[in-house]
């Protein structure tokens, strides 16, 4: 089964897309989720210019999306995570390391000239396999 969801415990997406794509598949559920930015509730970036803040807000917003679904970080089994600045990936790297405490997911990091918010560091999206 196939559910499109935005998980009434997160702010709605700014946009026409959804939060996560749920599939269940044989015991188990495969979720994926939408690039995340970092905004918040009411929809305003947080930490211009501020990659640890930036980061630690988008992983704030999958960490509430997985729990929604009844997963966690420890559920991700791929990460790809969009820069506009490979400069500032160690910066990255400090927050997800505090994130990911287990065996980390796979990984894309690519760096990418601009993202469709205006002042935003980094995009991040993730797949999850959650054991039924």
């Excluded at 559920?29 to 210019?49: H, N, P």
């Excluded at 999958?62 to 559920?75: P, R, V």
């Excluded at 160690?90 to 990091?109: E, K, N, W």
């Amino acid at each position: 089964m196939l559910v499109i969801d935005n998980p009434a415990t997160v702010a709605a997406p700014v946009g026409a897309y959804s939060h996560v794509a749920r599939v269940d598949v044989g015991t188990g559920t495969l979720l994926f989720l939408s690039g995340q930015i970092a905004l918040d509730d009411d929809g305003r970036l947080v930490g211009a210019g501020d990659m640890v803040a930036q980061a630690t807000r988008v992983f704030e917003l999958i960490g509430a999306i997985l729990e929604a679904h009844g997963a966690t970080f420890a559920d991700v089994v791929n990460i790809r995570t969009f820069l506009t600045d490979m400069a500032q990936l160690p910066q990255y790297g400090q927050v997800r390391l505090a994130v990911f405490t287990g065996r980390p997911p796979t990984s894309t990091t690519v760096e990418v000239s601009k993202l469709f918010r205006d002042g935003a560091l980094l995009e991040v999206e993730v797949v999850a396999a959650v054991a039924g």
